[in-house]
T-cell receptor
Framework: AQSVAQPEDQVNVAEGNPLTVKCTYS??????LFWYVQYPNRGLQFLLK??????LVKGSYGFEAEFNKSQTSFHLKKPSALVSDSALYFC??????????FGTGTRLQVFP | EAGVAQSPRYKIIEKRQSVAFWCNPI?????LYWYQQILGQGPKLLIQ????????DSQLPKDRFSAERLKGVDSTLKIQPAKLEDSAVYLC?????????????FGPGTRLTVT
């Protein structure tokens, strides 16, 4: 079965420190991988995607993600966290179709 | 450019009542999606339209849910009759075309509470 796992319900980090939000996937074939962010009372916003090519993908607001095929992971990273980064983050995979399969989400809390 | 619009933003109904949600996608976007997001879970695709045709409705509970996109622009999602387990946020998204290379843009959602 095709799926996405976000093993951490919540990640806490101090402002200015690096952050990592983990994502692993299970899909047949070559995956297309995405990160979305959801702020309170707002819809999901696209952050970045991996389609092919360079394993390190850069996205909006200083975020980046690294595709690791051997570990079937696509972890979201940022070198220096901001309080305003606090939100709910979703990893998603598209198994070579239009359909997006989302993980359960990870709440990022950045403390001043 | 204007984003994806949805209405209403909130709706409270009793079980067995009916409800309808409306979505207006970004102008020029051919593909429209409806997702259900239950509290504590990621969004789950209910139905996908390409213009006014259905591409995927495999996860739509067709005994109670229906959706249409008659003119290939606006879309309506209906639930009749509603059950308690339908309490969720219903998200509409649109993209320029189908396929994972095209980013999906999401609306703010409609929060449905069934009592």
């Amino acid at each position: 079965a095709q799926s996405v796992a976000q093993p951490e319900d919540q990640v806490n980090v101090a402002e200015g420190n690096p952050l990592t939000v983990k994502c692993t996937y299970s899909v047949s074939g070559n995956p297309y991988l995405f990160w979305y962010v959801q702020y309170p009372n707002r819809g999901l916003q696209f952050l970045l995607k991996y389609i092919t090519g360079d394993n390190l993908v850069k996205g909006s607001y200083g975020f980046e993600a690294e595709f690791n095929k051997s570990q079937t992971s696509f972890h979201l990273k940022k070198p220096s966290a901001l309080v305003s980064d606090s939100a709910l983050y979703f990893c998603a995979v598209s198994p070579n179709t239009d359909k997006l399969i989302f993980g359960t989400g990870t709440r990022l809390q950045v403390f001043p | 450019e204007a984003g994806v619009a949805q209405s209403p933003r909130y709706k409270i109904i009793e079980k067995r009542q009916s409800v309808a949600f409306w979505c207006n996608p970004i102008s020029g976007h051919a593909t429209l999606y409806w997702y259900q997001q239950i509290l504590g879970q990621g969004p789950k695709l209910l139905i996908q339209f390409q213009n006014n045709g259905v591409v995927d409705d495999s996860q739509l509970p067709k005994d109670r849910f229906s959706a249409e996109r008659l003119k290939g622009v606006d879309s309506t999602l209906k639930i009749q009759p509603a059950k308690l387990e339908d309490s969720a946020v219903y998200l509409c998204a649109s993209s320029l075309a189908g396929g994972p290379i095209y980013e999906q843009y999401f609306g703010p959602g409609t929060r449905l509470t069934v009592t």
